[in-house]
């Protein structure tokens, strides 16, 4: 019965490779969101989709890229993983994207690019 | 984009004592002020969050007090058990990079009940 699912939880990969974190949502909520929490625990958003349209994308480089295949799931793929990229990825969603809606996160994947 | 400012970055009380968050925020027209829980290891989860037609909220050991004027919003816990140790965020929708408004954290409290 998990809300917001993202897999995998813990990610170790080489430094050029390129990898994707799937993320579910099951709470009917229109709008999902990915945030990058580094290791001074900043959480920073980095996209965000409503009904499968971008609407929110922060100053992320283009290694990064989400697709939504529909509005229950957004997936991120990173190319050309670098150190920098090492973090915890939250995926998130909310009802619409409205400011006032609460923010559900998923458990969080563990990337360490080696 | 506008920030979100939180103080302090950590805090250490001792078992039943009060702990004091506080938050700033730049934007004018924020109308919602939410404060997140995280866990070591887990996932942010709402604990409680306060519009701005109302100055205070309450909800057993927790509240939040809101000053508009001022623009800055508080997390109180009261009573505090080790089980309250944790990294507390507040947010509040401010402009990004671009035109659209998002929920933006703040920095995060490092709250350690002692026993």
């Known amino acids: 019965d998990t809300a917001v699912s993202q897999t995998p939880k813990y990610l170790v990969t080489q430094m050029g490779n390129d990898k994707s974190i799937k993320c579910e949502q099951n709470?009917?909520?229109?709008?999902m969101y990915w945030y990058k929490q580094d290791s001074k625990k900043f959480l920073k958003i980095m996209f965000s989709?409503?009904?499968?349209?971008?609407?929110i994308n922060e100053t992320v480089p283009n290694r990064f890229s989400p697709k939504s295949p529909d509005k229950a799931h957004l997936n991120l793929h990173i190319n050309s993983l670098e150190l920098g990229d090492s973090a915890v990825y939250f995926c998130?969603?909310?009802?619409?994207?409205?400011?006032?809606?609460?923010?559900?996160f998923g458990e969080g994947s563990w990337l360490t690019v080696v | 984009g506008e920030n979100v400012e939180q103080h302090p970055s950590t805090l250490s009380v001792q078992e039943g004592d009060s702990a004091v968050i506080k938050c700033t925020y730049s934007?004018?027209?924020?109308?919602?002020f939410p404060w997140y829980k995280q866990e070591l290891g887990k996932r942010p989860q709402l604990i409680i969050d306060?519009?701005?037609?109302?100055g205070e909220k309450k909800d057993q050991r927790i509240a939040v007090t809101l000053n508009k004027t001022a623009k800055h919003f508080s997390l109180h816990i009261t009573e505090t058990q080790p089980e309250d140790s944790a990294v507390y965020f507040c947010?509040?929708?401010?402009?990004?990079?671009?035109?659209?408004?998002?929920?933006?954290f703040g920095s995060g409290t490092q709250l350690t009940v002692l026993p």
């Open positions: 934007d004018s027209a924020s109308n919602y």
């Open positions: 947010a509040a929708p401010a402009r990004g990079s671009g035109s659209a408004r998002q929920l933006t």
């Open positions: 998130a969603s909310s009802q619409s994207a409205d400011e006032g809606n609460t923010i559900y």
């Open positions: 709470l009917g909520h229109d709008t």
């Open positions: 989709y409503n009904n499968k349209e971008l609407i």
């Open positions: 306060i519009r701005s037609n109302v």
